[in-house]
């Protein structure tokens, strides 16, 4: 069994910046922390004219589990406006979407307690070039899920960030013809494709939260 507190070092790092709230949260996973803590920032403000302005709490290979564990810590002090979570990816080796999604909706009702009327952004999972088919059918199944809550929820959005990695529209769902934006792990983004990413994604943040 992975220990809940793996991650405890980069969480007390986090804890060594000034706590800023009334900002927009990410977090999740290391689809985050790859990211940083201050060119995340940098990127989010530079893109939206400082529009954007986000706090990074993206930790590891952050679990649902793991997200709920320190919540208390990484979450609560800063009251965020908003929040987005990257969620899901880890948890499909060794749990079901169903499973997931009762844990995911757990941190949403958590957000939504804490701080009536927040606005919460689920990026749902994407395809890339490491994908094991299996884990990539039920982080599929998760996607659905999250789509349907979304539906019924109007605190809650989803963004699909699948159309930025594929070379084209036509290759959406084949896991074949990525952008240039991966690691060599295929998994992770370098740092050109973080700085492409942002680009797509900040107009769809703003749009959700205007």
Request: hydrophobic share 40%; glycine share 6%; aromatic share 14%.
């Amino acid at each position: 069994m992975v220990p809940i507190h793996r991650f405890e070092d980069q969480i007390k790092a986090y804890e060594q910046y000034p706590v800023e709230t009334g900002k927009v949260l990410l977090y999740g996973s290391s689809f985050f922390a790859f990211w940083g803590y201050d060119r995340a920032s940098v990127q989010c403000a530079e893109v939206t004219e400082g529009k954007l302005q986000v706090v990074n709490h993206g930790f590891g290979g952050a679990t649902v589990e793991e997200l709920l564990y320190y919540y208390h810590r990484m979450v609560l002090p800063y009251a965020p406006r908003a929040i987005v979570f990257r969620t899901g990816f880890n948890d499909m080796p060794h749990m079901s979407a169903e499973a997931c999604m009762v844990l995911t909706q757990l941190l949403f009702n958590w957000a939504k307690n804490d701080f009536p009327g927040i606005r919460l952004i689920a990026i749902k999972g994407f395809d890339n070039p490491s994908a094991i088919p299996e884990n990539l059918a039920k982080l599929r199944c998760y996607n659905e899920m999250l789509d349907e809550l979304a539906a019924n929820d109007p605190q809650l959005s989803t963004i699909d960030l699948n159309p930025f990695f594929y070379m084209s529209s036509r290759d959406l769902g084949t896991c074949r013809n990525f952008r240039d934006v991966f690691r060599e792990d295929g998994l992770h983004l370098t740092d050109d494709g973080y700085a492409q990413m942002i680009k797509f994604l900040a107009p769809i943040l703003q749009k959700i939260l205007d």
